[in-house]
Each structure stands twice: as structure tokens, then as C-alpha cells.
């Protein structure tokens, strides 16, 4: 009877011990594979249709032409084109589709180059809770500007921490061969931190410090998923723009969300 207990105890220990694990495993919860052809799937997203210097006084203006945005052999891309003095790309989010509060959320990224460009993959809150920009929050998962080849960043505005005081949180890292080949980035949120990751490659952490104050940590409401491909403007327009480099292609093989 004593080892039938000792066994019936250790299977019980065992089922907790299972049970916490598979609580603490990443679960797919959403995702877009790219395996159809033409415009963007509407139920996952919207286009963000802006005219020239709408955002930080950027020169492209977005659309939803197939030009710009385009789902095509199981790729997305989403091209910056110079038509004589106009320039367009393009813009898509997946706000009032899907948004989520933590999580893991990671894309396969091959980036455009040239001098004048500036693609991102990032999160916007779903709702301003707080208020306006930076207010709410913002999580810039990859940015790229072309005047710095192999070279990525990542980046968490808020109130407290921003680029218009001069305080935002961010880092960038090396990763060689960025516009010559996919890498996957990842941002990995939890309610006490913010990490984000280059491939396998962790180079940016924010943490939070329940202090209770949404000035500094805004990041407990849902968040929405943004790719766009900039030109010029505030940070990639510094050191200008080739006007040779176009047409210009950032190109994602997926985006997926898992959470616990």
C-alpha cells in the first residue's frame, strides 16, 4: 500500500508539474501565411490610406494599389515606388480585426535598402486608453533606415519614455545581410517585460516598474500589428533619399501571435 501511495503521489506531482508546463507554452493563436494571391486578406487587414507628410513628415504617400501592397507566391510585399516626383507605398494593420494583450509576435523579413528608407514591423494600443501618442504606447518590434545598412532596432515609446523628449527606450544591433535575406523578429510580451529579439538574438529589454503609472508602462491593453515601408521623413530622411534606389520591397514570408 505505502508504494502504491509513493506512486499515486509522484503521478500527482507529475500532472502539476505537466499541467504548469503546458500553462507556461506558447499556443499559435494567429496568423497569416501569405498562401494566396492579390490584395491582403480583408479579415485580417485594413489598409492605412495617408497623403505625403501625414506622419512624420514622410514623402510617400499610401495606398492600396496592388503596386504597393501585393500577396503573391506565398510572400507579402509591400513596395515603395518613385513615379516621377510622386512616391507611393504602402500601409496595413490588422486594427478592429485582431489585437492582443502579451504574447509572443514575430515575422520572416527580407528588408528593402537604399538611402531614404525606412521600413517597420510594430504595434499600436487598440484603443487610447490614456490618450494620444505616446500616451497609450507604442512598440516598434523592427525598424530599418537605409542610411544604416545591417544594422536593425527596437524601440518602446510611452509618455514618460519618447522620441519628442528625447527619452525613448531603444537599442540597435548588427545583423549583417538584413536586406540580402529573411530574419525573423520578435517581440516577446509579458506583463513585466517587453524583450526583442533578431533571429534567436535577444538585444532590446524593457521592463516594467509596477509603479502603477501608464506614463511609463501603458502595455496592459491590446495592441494591433502594423507593416509599413516609409520614405524620408523624420529619422529616414536624415541623410536624404537616393532617388535611384526605387522601386524598393520589403517582403514577409509570415506573421504569426502565439500567447500562453
Wanted: aromatic share 14%; net charge negative; charged share 25%.
Amino acid at each position: 500500500m505505502r508504494i502504491m501511495g509513493r506512486i499515486r503521489l509522484l503521478l500527482f506531482l507529475f500532472s502539476l508539474v505537466a499541467s504548469s508546463y503546458a500553462e507556461n507554452e506558447y499556443k499559435l493563436v494567429w496568423s497569416d501565411e501569405f498562401d494566396y494571391n492579390g490584395k491582403v486578406d480583408p479579415e485580417k487587414w485594413s489598409y492605412e490610406k495617408f497623403p505625403p507628410g501625414t506622419v512624420n513628415n514622410e514623402l510617400q504617400e499610401y495606398t492600396d494599389d496592388l503596386r504597393n501592397v501585393e500577396v503573391r507566391n506565398g510572400l507579402l510585399y509591400i513596395t515603395a515606388l518613385k513615379d516621377g516626383e510622386k512616391i507611393t507605398s504602402g500601409r496595413i494593420v490588422t486594427k478592429d480585426k485582431a489585437s492582443w494583450l502579451y504574447g509572443k509576435i514575430e515575422a520572416r523579413i527580407l528588408l528593402p535598402k537604399g538611402r531614404g528608407i525606412w521600413p517597420a514591423f510594430w504595434m499600436m494600443p487598440q484603443e487610447s486608453r490614456y490618450g494620444g501618442w505616446p500616451k497609450s504606447g507604442e512598440i516598434d518590434i523592427l525598424e530599418f533606415v537605409g542610411y544604416q545598412p545591417d544594422t536593425v532596432h527596437a524601440t518602446v515609446h510611452t509618455k514618460k519614455y519618447n522620441h519628442m523628449i528625447n527619452t525613448q527606450k531603444g537599442t540597435c544591433t548588427a545583423s549583417p545581410g538584413v536586406s540580402d535575406d529573411f530574419h525573423v523578429y520578435t517581440c516577446e510580451w509579458t506583463p513585466d517585460k517587453i524583450e526583442m529579439y533578431v533571429d534567436d538574438n535577444k538585444y532590446f529589454s524593457f521592463e516594467n516598474d509596477h509603479a502603477n503609472d501608464s506614463g511609463s508602462w501603458p502595455f496592459n491593453a491590446p495592441f494591433y500589428v502594423i507593416f509599413n515601408v516609409a520614405v524620408g521623413g523624420m529619422w529616414g530622411g536624415v541623410m536624404g533619399v537616393d532617388e535611384n534606389s526605387f522601386p524598393q520591397q520589403m517582403v514577409v514570408d509570415y506573421v504569426r501571435v502565439y500567447q500562453k
